[in-house]
């Protein structure tokens, strides 16, 4: 079966930092977006960076320059290094890997993280 695992997240001040990761199991290689949304409280989940099968990856406006998500192959594993947090930047971040199946791409359970001084 298909599946995601985060791990990471946590409480951290304004201006640290915080690495996410997620692994996947199946055909790596044939996943066509991999990457991470976020859910803050109260609003509606939204995509905040991803990987696409050849290698490009897409930031939210608000992550470029702070976030960056990469790739391990062999480890089949993304990272997502989030530097100069923000308060704005808290929420429960979500992985998620799409096979372009029917049933939809395979969700990770969810990490909170919190940017609070």
């Known amino acids: 079966q298909v599946e995601v695992v985060e791990s990471g997240g946590g409480l951290v001040q304004p201006g640290g930092s915080l690495r996410l990761s997620c692994a996947a199991s199946?055909?790596?290689?044939?996943?066509?977006?991999w990457g991470w949304y976020r859910q803050a409280p109260g609003k509606e989940r939204e995509l905040v960076a991803r990987i696409v099968g050849d290698g490009t990856t897409n930031y939210a406006d608000d992550v470029k320059g702070r976030f960056t998500i990469s790739r391990d192959n062999a480890e089949s594993t993304i990272y997502l290094q989030m530097d100069r947090l923000k308060p704005e930047d808290t929420g429960i971040y979500y992985c998620?890997?799409?096979?372009?199946?029917?049933?939809?791409?395979?969700w990770g359970q969810g990490t909170q993280v919190t940017v609070s001084s």
């Open positions: 199946g055909r790596i290689s044939a996943i066509y977006f």
């Open positions: 998620y890997a799409d096979w372009g199946r029917r049933s939809g791409p395979s």
